[in-house]
């Protein structure tokens, strides 16, 4: 869509000290609110103005004439010392402006907050260009403030207060708010002193709290700045039935913050474990590393519902946040999107123009449609991922398919049938049926799959989930197409750098089907930091260290992996297989034993591991790594053999790694070998050429 630039007066409003309010008088806090929306709405509209964004505890609004701003900007204040009085703050600016699917943009906006963060209640500041086209109205008195350097703008700005009956002019002295520094002409050498000698006193004290850390050698908790965990919000319905809709809010906020750049989200597999238990902050934020936890309630009554949520400094147990939202149920993406643009401006952090526009998305206009989905999107995630029951699988395909006959241009309700097809369909090639479970796969499904994908696809192409959805199907469908596959998968993480699912789902295709561990590992990597407690995204994070011989970081990997397995973890196979190959039986036999008749190749391989030939399989005796891990160096040629078939076979993983055979203990017998040496050179050259295929992958900071 084209941008729509103009030049405007740009106001933002906001409500001085409302998360305290709300913590002491929640009822105090929500009349206040509304007072002041009620207010700052008819005098906007009074005086030709518009409410873009409204925050529930202040807004951004914009005005054709600075006049009218200005005498918008009065009126409001007037009106809100009636009572309930409101404790609000106004900032003024003039500039370009831009449009993107209905919301505002520019350098203008951003200067306009940063003059409203000087103010304190019942204050109007403004910049300069607003006191230049005010000048000649004597109605509206100005006092300039001084120079301001604010964070991200290159040059000083002097701010002025409007100085009229009824408003306070703050003090220079007292002023805070989104600054580097205050500048005065006649104290700049003292303050670059002062500056000089603060830096000094802080280098000490640094110093000195490094050289204490040494001492004491105690580790030093140290989560990421701006770092969340949102926790799944409280069903407060009264019925267990509304779960789904409670659970869809946590995740649209955990999706929407994982847009913006500068805040390290954890990802909704990391939180469910706490779902439904008493909340410890401090024991959560050390759990998972973060500062700060979103957590709250949802009650939903027909059409109404109401949203709470808090933000607590998961370090000292406080609250720095607050907000209520009682709402129609036609404004949930509004609600969703307000939240995390919320946590973002307590974060001091500007949300780009891009990450604006994908949290201000609307899936569909059909609330009934966005609910069904939601159900369906519950049964898949909570219920049959865990359980692969036919009860689950009918439930989550009936909402699916409601929401596309109540919306045929929805297309994550399409993707959400491929994703369950999918799933069904690894769990029917992997597993045997039992009592309860899918007995056989419909023939048609791997065809409504596809169908399904690529409709989601031809609605929403630039789609993060659609084209996740659009990769699964290629990559498992019967005559898998790679090379389409991870283009989609590369596309989704380009959509949606952030997302932890993103990553892993690139990452993981890099190290098991490419053969490029290296290129994997920083992709990995992210995964865990915003997942630290799936299981399933630490074998793979050892999987890379282990084939890149970096073995004390691949046994950690697999030991925190243990540490916080779960009954979903379905990456268990591929785990006894890394605690056999570095020897930690006990764990495999414990496991073995609780799996017995599950893992057949796996019990031989640790039969010929333990030292006990005699207990192999037949069925298994004859395979590399089991014949290398007998230490039968007669058979080098059998393995090298069935090494050289997977590299012919463009199998870059496992015998075929280039990695692998560099730095596995089990070849370091046969590194002289001359045919060792010719397929070690030609996994290498097939490692060279999955790189220039496929290993440029830009990675953010």
């Excluded at 802080?202 to 908790?221: H, N």
């Excluded at 969340?228 to 779960?243: K, W």
């Excluded at 954890?266 to 469910?272: A, E, H, Y």
């Excluded at 609605?459 to 199907?473: D, E, G, H, T």
């Amino acid at each position: 869509m084209a941008q729509s630039r103009q030049l405007a007066a740009i106001m933002f409003t906001d409500i001085v000290g409302y998360t305290a309010m709300m913590q002491k008088d929640e009822n105090l806090a929500v009349t206040v609110s509304m007072h002041y929306i009620s207010v700052l709405k008819q005098s906007v509209s009074a005086h030709a103005g518009e409410v873009l964004n409204d925050y529930g505890d202040g807004s951004l609004c914009i005005f054709h004439s600075v006049i009218d701003a200005v005498h918008c900007a009065m009126e409001i204040q007037n009106q809100i010392q009636r009572k309930p009085q409101v404790p609000l703050r106004l900032g003024l600016h003039v500039g370009e402006i831009f449009f993107e699917e209905g919301k505002v943009f520019g350098d203008g906006v951003n200067v306009a907050s940063r003059i409203q963060s000087l103010g304190q209640a019942n204050t109007i500041l403004f910049s300069k260009e607003i006191a230049d086209k005010i000048r000649n109205h004597p109605e509206m008195k100005t006092v300039s403030l001084g120079l301001f350097e604010f964070k991200n703008v290159d040059e000083p700005m002097e701010v002025f207060a409007l100085a009229i009956e009824g408003l306070i002019i703050p003090k220079r002295e007292e002023m805070t708010g989104k600054l580097k520094k205050y500048i005065s002409k006649n104290k700049r050498t003292s303050f670059k002193k002062w500056m000089i000698a603060a830096s000094a006193i802080l280098l000490l004290i640094f110093t000195a709290f490094i050289f204490k850390d040494k001492l004491t050698s105690k580790s030093v908790v140290n989560p990421k700045e701006n770092s969340v965990a949102v926790l799944y919000f409280d069903n407060m319905s009264g019925s267990p039935d509304q779960e789904y809709f409670s659970d869809g809010i946590t995740e649209e906020i955990i999706a929407h913050l994982s847009k913006i750049k500068g805040i390290q989200v954890i990802s909704r597999t990391s939180v469910l474990p706490y779902k439904g238990k008493p909340h410890n902050m401090k024991a959560i934020g050390k759990e998972l590393n973060v500062n700060t936890i979103l957590e709250g309630s949802v009650r939903k009554s027909g059409n109404v519902f109401r949203v709470t949520g808090q933000l607590i400094n998961a370090l000292t147990d406080k609250h720095l946040w607050a907000v209520t939202f009682d709402r129609d149920i036609k404004d949930i993406f509004e609600v969703q999107s307000d939240i995390a643009r919320n946590i973002a401006k307590k974060f001091e952090i500007e949300i780009s123009p891009e990450a604006n526009k994908k949290i201000s998305e609307i899936p569909t206009r059909n609330i009934e449609a966005y609910d069904q989905f939601q159900k369906g999107k519950f049964f898949l995630h909570q219920k049959y991922f865990n359980t692969h029951l036919d009860d689950d699988f009918e439930k989550s395909r009936k909402f699916f398919e409601q929401a596309i006959q109540l919306d045929s241009g929805y297309a994550e309700a399409y993707a959400g049938i491929a994703e369950l097809y999918d799933e069904m369909q690894s769990w029917d090639e992997f597993n045997s049926p039992r009592k309860g479970y899918q007995k056989k796969m419909p023939k048609e499904m791997p065809g409504q799959k596809e169908k399904l994908a690529r409709k989601a696809l031809q609605l929403k192409p630039n789609s993060s989930y659609v084209n996740s959805a659009m990769a699964r199907m290629l990559m498992h469908r019967q005559e898998s197409d790679f090379d389409s596959g991870f283009f989609y998968l590369k596309k989704a993480y380009y959509i949606d750098p952030e997302d932890p699912l993103n990553n892993f789902n690139l990452g993981t295709a890099l190290l098991k089907k490419i053969g490029l561990p290296a290129v994997s590992l920083p992709l990995l990597l992210k995964a865990v930091k915003s997942d630290p407690l799936d299981p399933n995204k630490y074998v793979y994070l050892g999987h890379a260290y282990a084939t890149l011989g970096k073995y004390p970081e691949a046994k950690q990997a697999f030991q925190t992996c243990t540490e916080v397995m779960s009954d979903n973890f379905n990456q268990e196979y591929r785990l006894l297989f890394w605690l056999t190959y570095f020897g930690d039986l006990e764990k495999v036999k414990k496991q073995l034993d609780i799996r017995k008749g599950v893992y057949h190749w796996i019990e031989s391989y640790y039969y010929a591991v333990k030292g006990e030939p005699d207990k192999i399989n037949p069925e298994w005796e004859n395979t590399a790594l089991i014949l290398l891990a007998t230490n039968r160096n007669k058979v080098v040629k059998e393995v090298l053999k069935q090494s050289e078939a997977w590299i012919d076979a463009g199998n870059a993983d496992g015998l075929g790694s280039y990695d692998l055979l560099t730095t596995s203990f089990y070849y370091d017998a046969y590194r002289e070998d001359p045919d060792f040496k010719r397929i070690l050179a030609k996994a290498k050259k097939l490692q060279e050429t999955n790189m220039l295929k496929y290993g440029n992958i830009e990675i953010p900071e």
